[in-house]
Nanobody, 123 residues
Framework: VQLQASGGGSVQAGGSLRLSCAAS????????MGWFRQSPGKEREFVAV????????NYADSVKGRFTISRDNAKNTVYLQMNSLKSEDTAVYYC?????????????????WGRGTLVTVSS
């Protein structure tokens, strides 16, 4: 199972980016797909999660109202639409899949991780 994150780049504050995470290989029915991010010198932090059905989502307080997570199960892809970006959103963003948890904030609950994609927001 492989998760491939893409869509990162450089943007000015106030701008938007959309990240994608495509699952390939032996695709399993994940309970939840999440996005995490990590800035230099900081721990990896939760950003958003969506259940397999797409009916349940949750966000970190720092991104609520600005980021939207969605999924297309037919394409085995999860998206993170990021609007009104701030300099503090600068980080490497990782997607992850949990076989057991549909709504977890904790990175230890995730079984598969993709390589990160870098988002740089300049002020």
């Amino acid at each position: 199972v492989q998760l491939q994150a893409s869509g990162g780049g450089s943007v000015q504050a106030g701008g938007s980016l959309r990240l994608s995470c495509a699952a390939s290989g032996r695709t399993l029915r994940y309970s939840g797909m999440g996005w995490f991010r990590q800035s230099p010198g900081k721990e990896r932090e939760f950003v958003a999660v969506i259940s397999w059905s797409g009916g349940s989502t949750n966000y970190a307080d720092s991104v609520k109202g600005r980021f939207t997570i969605s999924r297309d199960n037919a394409k085995n892809t999860v998206y993170l639409q990021m609007n009104s970006l701030k300099s503090e959103d600068t980080a490497v963003y990782y997607c992850a899949a949990s076989l057991e948890y549909s709504n977890s904030y904790y990175y230890n609950d995730y079984d598969y991780w993709g390589r990160g994609t870098l988002v740089t927001v300049s002020s």
